[in-house]
């Protein structure tokens, strides 16, 4: 849907990762995965990357996402889609630990699928 994006930042909202003061989110991160059919490589694509923040607000629209949503292709040869989630941990104690932020990030790629048949 053309609200893909939004949806899946809602998802994140309330899960443990957006509703837990150990962490920050600080970037999502939603983009387009090439696939190669003839080697089945899966690689990210540089280009196509709408970059929000944990709340919805796109931090590369100018006006518009580079891959908009409702642009993918779910059907016939379907899109894959990565999500990269960046995230700070701040240590509850500097005195045996780094005192800045641990930044980490996790990233799932997924193939697109239809709603229904």
């Not at 799932?108 to 699928?113: P, V």
Request: hydrophobic content about 35%; aromatic content about 10%.
């Amino acid at each position: 849907t053309a609200q893909a994006d939004q949806d899946i930042l809602g998802t994140l909202r309330q899960s443990s990762l957006g509703t837990t003061s150990l962490a920050a989110v600080t970037e999502v991160d939603i983009f387009k995965v090439d696939y190669d059919s003839s080697s089945g490589n899966l690689t990210p694509d540089p280009v196509d990357v709408n970059r929000y923040t944990l709340a919805g607000a796109c931090l590369n629209c100018t006006p518009n996402p580079p891959w908009p949503a409702s642009t993918r292709q779910v059907g016939g040869s379907p899109d894959f889609l990565g999500v990269t989630i960046k995230y700070g941990y701040t240590w509850k104690s500097g005195v045996l630990l780094a005192a800045h932020p641990l930044a980490l990030q996790e990233t799932y790629w997924m193939r697109l699928e239809p709603q229904s048949y």
